[in-house]
């Protein structure tokens, strides 16, 4: 595959990820996209919970594992080295696609908040925690995270080299400030309907469960990580030192 091929593969998986992203955003908070996760019921409540524990499911099994360095490097014998992580950034956007496209409404109302300062503050923490996974990947690295970097520099010919271990901003007081992030985003509602329990419930398990993974990798990868694993908490920070 040539150079441009594989940068306009870089390009494009990184644009479906931004699509993607957005409408996730209108989905989670039931605003903009014309079907949201608390959109009315359509199946019986059975039927819908199977069908979203199966797409969360699918969700976590792709997420998990292209991300262990086993499989990418039996994946880049069948890909160029620099494509694996648009390749990895275009099927976790295309898990995400389909979990939109076949999600389940299923009613019912665990909580609403009606108070108006209430509901301020929860959308306030909502646009937060989306703002607070945004800003944390430019601060590691936005563009090599989502293979753009990896896929330019393959273009211009130069060799690609590993990120270093870095704890900028909020990285100085937990590990994992994008999981973070996430938690606000998919708990932080006025409204929490029972589709969205079980989103928030199965999405946090899943991230506890990555974690463990992830950082196994770390240790592996980065010289000093486990020292930083020590010294920083991983989602809630110390309010003493």
């Known amino acids: 595959m040539s150079r441009f091929l594989i940068l306009a593969y870089g390009l494009l998986s990184y644009a479906v990820f931004f699509l993607t992203f957005c409408y996730a955003l209108g989905f989670v908070g039931n605003f903009l996209v014309p079907r949201t996760m608390d959109s009315p019921a359509l199946v019986p409540l059975g039927n819908a919970l199977l069908v979203n524990l199966g797409l969360l499911g699918l969700f976590a099994v792709q997420h998990s594992v292209m991300a262990r360095p086993a499989f990418k490097r039996w994946l ?23 979990l939109f496209w076949f999600w389940q409404p299923m009613g ?10 209430g509901r301020a503050v ?9 703002a607070l996974v945004l800003v944390t ?59 969205h329990l079980v989103f928030a419930v199965m999405t946090t398990a899943y991230i506890l469960v990555a974690i463990r993974f992830e950082e196994r990798d770390l240790m592996e990868a980065l010289p000093g990580y486990a020292e930083y694993r020590q010294r920083v908490p991983m989602l809630v920070p110390r309010l003493f030192r």
């Open 76 to 98: 880049t014998r069948f890909i160029p080295e620099p494509a694996e992580r648009s390749t990895y950034v275009l099927m976790s956007s295309l898990a995400l696609i389909a």
């Open 137 to 195: 990947t430019f601060l590691i690295n936005h563009f090599d995270l989502f293979g753009l970097r990896q896929v330019w520099l393959h273009f211009r010919g130069r060799p690609y080299t590993p990120l270093p271990l870095r704890a900028p901003g909020p990285y100085r007081l937990v590990r994992h400030p994008l999981y973070v992030g996430w938690l606000f985003a998919f708990w932080a509602t006025p409204t929490m309907s029972l589709a």
């Open 122 to 130: 929860l959308y306030g923490l909502f646009g937060f925690g989306w």
């Open 108 to 117: 019912g109302l665990v909580w609403e908040v009606t108070h108006p300062l």
